[in-house]
């Protein structure tokens, strides 16, 4: 609904409420998270969460630590 409307903002955040929730969101967190940042013109971000998503039980999200994908 908020991506729709292009409330990219509010759409972070419930990102970030269902990435807090752990495995049993992340599929949803994650597309949520990556759209909400390419709305905002932060493609880096979307790209950064995409690679946490994959290594997601790494502690850090340094995005010069993974692998290409």
Same mark, same amino acid.
Request: hydrophobic residues 35%; without cysteine; aromatic residues 14%.
């Given at each position: 609904?908020? /991506?729709?409307?292009?409330?990219? $903002? ?7 409420? +269902? ?13 949520? /998270?990556?759209?909400?940042?390419? $709305? ?7 790209? +950064? ?21």
């Amino acid at each position: 609904m908020f /991506l729709e409307q292009q409330l990219y $903002g509010n759409a972070l955040q419930i990102g970030k409420n +269902l990435w807090s929730f752990g495995m049993k969101y992340s599929e949803e967190a994650t597309e949520i /998270l990556k759209k909400a940042y390419r $709305g905002l013109g932060r493609e880096n971000y979307a790209e +950064l969460i995409r690679l946490h998503q994959l290594h997601r039980n790494r502690k850090s999200a340094d995005i010069y630590d993974y692998e290409p994908v």
